[in-house]
Every structure is written in C-alpha cells, then in structure tokens.
C-alpha cells in the first residue's frame, strides 16, 4: 500500500482511477486478517514481468520484458498495464520507493548509465485499478551471485572481548577508497563497527589459482563481511551461479580460503564462518586464535603472500613510532610500535599463505 501511495504522490498518474486497496480499506483491516479468503476473492493478482533483459550499451542501458497479458488466475488482463522498475546497482538490493526508477505503459525503457557500473532490475506490474503483480524475478547487466563470509583478523582480534578491535575506525584513520586497486570502491561513509576493508574472491572450482569475481568489502566487528550499505549478503558479479572456492584477502594479513568450493546462487545461504573451525581453511591455513576461534595470520607487510625478513626491514623498520593507517601495524590500532614486531611479525616470520 505504501509503494502505491508513494507513486501516487510522485504524481506518475495512473492510480488516480477507483484503486482496488481502497475497497480493502473501506473493510475492517483485522476483520479481512481473520477471512484470507475474502481478501483472496477480491484481490486480483497480475501475472509478474518475465522475460527480462537488461543490456548495458557505451552510455545507455536498455530494459526490455514480456508483455503481461494474464492474472494469476489465468484471466486475461487488457491494457494499460503499468510496468513500475526497480532498479539499482548492488544486486542484493531490494524493491523499495527509493529505488523506483519508473512507471511505463512500454515494454522496453531505456536509461542513461554510467560506464563500468553495474545495474540490477525487479519490475512489478499494476493495473489500472492498482492491482498488482509480484515482483519479478531480479535481472542484472552482468550475471551474479550472493554470498556470505565470516572471518577473523589475528591483529585485531581480542580474546577477552570474542571480538575484533575497532580502532583504526574509532580513530578514524580507515580510508574512504578500498586499498585493494584491483577491487577499486569508494564509500561515503565508514559505520562504526568496520574494523578494515577486506577483498573477498571467488575462485575457480577446478583451478583455484584462477580469481574470477572479487570485490571490496567492510569487515565487521564479529567477523562479518558487509557491503557499503551494511548488508552481509555480499553480491559478487561476472560469474553466475554455481560453485567456487571462497578467498580472503587484508592488506597485513595472509589471504585465506574456503577447505572446499562452496555453492553460491543468485540469493544468499548460510555464510561460511571461518571462525569456528580450523578445517574450514583451505589446506590448514588458519590460526587458532583462542581454544575454538581461528583466523588469518597477521605480518604480511608487503601483501605478498608471505612473512618475511622484508616485511621487517622494509617496513616495520621504516614505520615504527609513526601512527596512521600503516602496513606495519600489525595489530591494527593505528601505531607501528615494537609489538608489532615482537608479538606477530616474530612469530610467524617463515610462513606464508595456501591460497594459490
Ligand atoms: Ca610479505
Ligand atoms: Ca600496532
């Protein structure tokens, strides 16, 4: 109902006519709660848009779907019916009035974009008498998939509070622009429970040496990979459903992997927790941080999948005493100081990362 009296005062015109809802509000809401079949007998439910092609061109995109010419029911529905799109650039968006794009009579709809983004669709059909379909099944410019990961950084992980420490945020010395160039993104803003960015990387069943999605994401106090808009549904783009080795990547940290390929569909499932399990890392490349927590080693620097006497010479040596957002911090609390070195870089000097 809100969705239809939105677009009403967006003036798109065409629930002007006798809607049908009014008719529900004209009953007792409880007493149409307590009779579904009445609410059902008077509800007409249009067929949902199928069909859709989404087809990102140098500085347009263009949508086109099937016409809707059946209810629910299998009765046939006359023209106009009124095609309202959803649209936005993350594809575990929902349907919402912030992300109308439109409402057209058309079948097709053609929209300037801007080059190297992303779009996502959901259409949901009207009649005029405000009658509604379901909304579509979701429709994206490059094929998807969702998931969820859980991970724990050694440097900033606090036993005492079974949590990560949020310093480099509360210090506010997280920078707006992912450090990982080869998954460039930008936020606005930085929530306060992120404790770094973090690049998640799907990887190719057969030959794990081979990324094939990967994207910038915050990484949470508990261990959670949220998106910009905090969601922990992580989209992740050019692959479609099917099954890939899950990896994580921190800048001063080893990069780490799922022991196994994990099935991921356009809709989101259960996360993978590397947390709680030391098998859940790909080839024993965890740590145990505390009896029953595991995570991904600190000290790495120089981000080149090992801990060695470089990321000591080159690094911590020419940081220490200096505070910021820094390679050589690695406990992450914002100071490149001798624990740094002594209680994480001398430990694991000599090991490196499993991720291929
Ligand atoms: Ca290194
Ligand atoms: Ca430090």
Redesign the pocket.
């Known amino acids: 109902m809100r969705i239809k009296s939105r677009l009403c005062e967006k003036d798109h015109g065409f629930f002007r006519k006798k809607h049908l809802y009014c008719l529900k509000l004209a009953f007792n809401e409880p007493l149409l709660d307590t009779m579904p079949n009445l609410q059902t007998c008077i509800r007409i439910v249009l067929m949902a848009a199928a069909g859709i092609a989404v087809s990102a061109q140098a500085e347009t995109l263009q949508l086109s779907w099937q016409a809707v010419t059946q209810d629910t029911l299998g009765q046939s529905e006359s023209a106009p019916l009124y095609y309202a799109i959803h649209i936005d650039t993350l594809p575990t968006f929902s349907p919402s009035p912030e992300n109308l794009l439109a409402a057209t009579t058309a079948t097709s709809y053609t929209l300037p974009t801007q080059t190297g983004k992303n779009y996502f669709v959901v259409i949901r059909v009207y009649d005029s008498w405000g009658n509604a379909s379901d909304y579509s099944e979701k429709a994206g410019s490059v094929p998807w998939v969702v998931g969820e990961v859980r991970l724990q950084l050694e440097?900033a992980y606090d036993a005492a509070g079974d949590s990560m420490r949020t310093i480099l945020r509360q210090r506010d010395l997280l920078p707006l622009h992912s450090p990982y160039s080869a998954a460039a993104r930008e936020t606005e803003t930085v929530p306060e429970s992120t404790v770094d960015w973090i690049e998640v990387q799907l990887r190719d069943a057969e030959d794990p040496a081979v990324i094939r999605s990967r994207k910038s994401f915050f990484l949470d106090q508990n261990g959670y990979a949220r998106e910009l808009d905090g969601t922990t549904q992580l989209g992740l783009t050019g692959v479609g459903p099917g099954s890939y080795y899950i990896a994580v990547s921190h800048r001063n940290h080893l990069a780490v992997m799922s022991a196994q390929p994990q099935l991921l569909q356009t809709e989101a499932s259960e996360a993978y927790d590397f947390s709680d399990d030391g098998a859940r890392f790909y080839q024993n490349g965890g740590l145990e941080l505390e009896p029953g927590v595991w995570g991904s080693i600190s000290s790495d620097a120089n981000h080149n999948g090992q801990v060695q006497n470089n990321d000591k010479n080159d690094y911590w040596r020419t940081q220490v005493g200096l505070s910021g957002y820094?390679e050589a911090?690695?406990?992450?609390?914002?100071?490149?100081?001798n624990?740094?070195k002594n209680d994480y870089w001398r430990r694991h000097v000599g090991r490196g990362t499993q991720v291929p």
């Open positions: 440097g820094r911090d690695f406990n992450l609390n914002g100071e490149v100081q624990n740094d």
